[in-house]
Nanobody, 115 residues
Framework: QVRLVESGGALVQPGGSLRLSCAAS????????MKWYRQIPGNEREMVAF???????NYTDAVRGRFTVSRNNVRNTLSLQMNDLKPEDTAVYYC?????????WGRGTQVTVSS
């Protein structure tokens, strides 16, 4: 059974930083591409960062240059370093992978950017 558990969400002021983590189990983690998504209530979930099994990263335009995705294939963890946070980054953040023929999700972690 695939299990993804996010952590690290918090309330932060504009311009601040946060680091999100995702612990993965139930898969041979090093073989899987991983993604970070976010969702604002009433909106569709959007992908913000992608990292391939070999560590190649890509980002949506809204976060490129501010967010950095990384992975640790020994600890089976995924991270998202978020800098220069803006109010529009406020959302629930989810990590995800496609395994065993389906999209797998964690429960998410809330990030709120507000003064």
């Amino acid at each position: 059974q695939v299990r993804l558990v996010e952590s690290g969400g918090a309330l932060v002021q504009p311009g601040g930083s946060l680091r999100l983590s995702c612990a993965a189990s139930g898969i041979n983690y090093r073989l899987y591409a991983m993604k970070w998504y976010r969702q604002i209530p009433g909106n569709e979930r959007e992908m913000v960062a992608f990292i391939s099994s070999d560590g190649t990263a890509n980002y949506t335009d809204a976060v490129r240059g501010r967010f950095t995705v990384s992975r640790n294939n020994v600890r089976n963890t995924l991270s998202l370093q978020m800098n220069d946070l803006k109010p529009e980054d406020t959302a629930v953040y989810y990590c995800s992978t496609n395994a065993y023929g389906r999209n797998c999700w964690g429960r998410g972690t809330q990030v709120t950017v507000s003064s």
